[in-house]
């Protein structure tokens, strides 16, 4: 017996893992709506759904308008007749020591990675409360766990959004039908890290071991199906949690050391604002093209038993400090 389509809608929909999403819900046959700035790369996506075997009606939105993201979601409702699944995936970046990134660029990452998914959830959820059943997916990252440094207002944004996902779930959990569902992603290769705003002096690259979109896309389809309050996706990630636990401010000391030795070696970049305030001209597509499968499992091990030693030692410093 064959399932009903999904009916689902995603932002961010035009590359990277929103577009990578799509394409997956896609072949499982069903109906979507597309949301993102760029005209371009959100036709491109949809061409690609309706190939792969479902339906696709792209809009460009901007998401940090809420009353253009109340319209986009009353719109796709109709087009749908109802809505299984909302992703929320917009997320946009910018490097640098946080006192030479100029403050429009800060705030245009916390408009865009946090206030953006605040008008989505506040446009979903009337719909899901009237047919008492809806899964909103949370694009955060691991960024939601650890600060990250030369990204301070990224990750003030990722910080915010587990924080909001939280207090939703406890306003909604009486609504047993109603899911909120937070993704954690480790590093993925997408087109983002070129689309970034940059003020590092440096050429902006993917660490060894970043995912490929289509890994966390599969997480997200596993979502409408079975829902759950939080999905870690990149192997890494559960034990640098353990390690962060157990060992505060540890990971962000040693990223940023990393950092400013990388930016002092790097190949030369020009600083600028990248794809923040205006969308890609041209489609950008799902991947990031600088991943390096090879690399990938060497660099999980080491990312693992990194964390699981500073886990280790916090826990050993635990009980020295309460011994005493």
Same mark, same amino acid.
């Given at each position: 017996?064959?399932?009903?389509?999904?009916?689902?809608?995603?932002?961010?929909?035009?590359?990277?893992?929103?577009?990578?999403?799509?394409?997956?819900?896609?072949?499982?046959?069903?109906?979507?709506?597309?949301?993102?700035?760029?005209?371009?790369?959100?036709?491109?996506?949809?061409?690609?759904?309706?190939?792969?075997?479902?339906?696709?009606?792209?809009?460009?939105?901007?998401?940090?308008?809420?009353?253009?993201?109340?319209?986009?979601?009353?719109?796709?409702?109709?087009?749908?007749?109802? @809505?299984?699944?909302?992703?929320?995936?917009?997320?946009?970046?910018?490097?640098?020591?946080?006192?030479?990134?100029?403050?429009?660029?800060?705030?245009?990452? @916390?408009?865009?990675?946090?206030?953006?998914?605040?008008?989505?959830?506040?446009?979903?959820?009337?719909?899901?409360?009237?047919?008492?059943?809806?899964?909103? #997916?949370?694009?955060?990252?691991?960024?939601?766990?650890?600060?990250?440094?030369?990204?301070?207002?990224?990750?003030?944004?990722?910080?915010?959004?587990?924080?909001?996902?939280?207090?939703?779930?406890?306003?909604?959990?009486?609504?047993?039908?109603?899911? @909120?569902?937070?993704?954690?992603?480790?590093?993925?290769?997408?087109?983002?890290?070129?689309?970034?705003?940059?003020?590092?002096?440096?050429?902006?690259?993917?660490?060894?071991?970043?995912?490929?979109?289509?890994?966390?896309?599969?997480?997200?389809?596993?979502?409408?199906?079975?829902?759950?309050?939080?999905? #870690?996706?990149?192997?890494?990630?559960?034990?640098?949690?353990?390690?962060?636990?157990?060992?505060?401010?540890?990971?962000?000391?040693?990223?940023?050391?990393?950092?400013?030795?990388?930016?002092?070696?790097?190949?030369?970049?020009?600083?600028?604002?990248?794809?923040?305030?205006?969308?890609?001209?041209?489609?950008?597509? @799902?991947?990031?093209?600088?991943?390096?499968?090879?690399?990938?499992?060497?660099?999980?091990? #080491?990312?693992?038993?990194?964390?699981?030693?500073?886990?280790?030692?916090?826990?050993?410093?635990?009980?020295?400090?309460?011994?005493?």
């Amino acid at each position: 017996m064959s399932r009903t389509p999904l009916r689902v809608v995603i932002t961010g929909a035009s590359s990277g893992i929103g577009a990578a999403t799509a394409v997956a819900f896609a072949r499982q046959g069903a109906q979507l709506v597309l949301g993102a700035r760029g005209a371009a790369g959100l036709d491109d996506i949809a061409q690609r759904c309706r190939g792969a075997g479902g339906t696709a009606e792209p809009r460009t939105v901007d998401v940090t308008d809420p009353a253009a993201v109340t319209a986009f979601a009353a719109e796709a409702n109709a087009t749908l007749g109802g @809505i299984d699944l909302w992703f929320s995936c917009v997320g946009v970046g910018v490097l640098g020591k946080y006192h030479d990134v100029p403050m429009a660029d800060h705030q245009r990452v @916390i408009d865009a990675n946090l206030v953006s998914h605040m008008n989505e959830a506040h446009a979903v959820l009337p719909f899901f409360l009237a047919q008492d059943r809806g899964t909103w #997916v949370n694009m955060i990252s691991v960024g939601g766990f650890f600060a990250a440094p030369f990204a301070a207002a990224y990750s003030a944004s990722k910080f915010g959004l587990r924080g909001f996902s939280e207090a939703l779930r406890g306003e909604l959990s009486k609504n047993r039908h109603i899911h @909120i569902c937070d993704v954690y992603p480790t590093f993925v290769d997408t087109p983002a890290v070129g689309h970034a705003g940059n003020y590092t002096g440096a050429q902006l690259k993917m660490p060894p071991g970043s995912l490929a979109p289509e890994t966390v896309a599969k997480a997200v389809v596993r979502l409408a199906r079975r829902p759950r309050n939080t999905t #870690v996706v990149g192997a890494p990630a559960i034990a640098l949690k353990l390690g962060q636990f157990a060992v505060p401010n540890f990971s962000a000391a040693m990223m940023n050391g990393f950092l400013e030795s990388w930016s002092s070696k790097a190949d030369p970049g020009e600083d600028g604002t990248g794809t923040l305030f205006d969308p890609p001209a041209e489609p950008s597509g @799902i991947d990031g093209g600088q991943r390096h499968p090879e690399r990938r499992r060497k660099a999980a091990a #080491v990312a693992g038993a990194s964390a699981i030693g500073a886990a280790a030692l916090g826990a050993w410093l635990w009980r020295r400090r309460h011994a005493a």
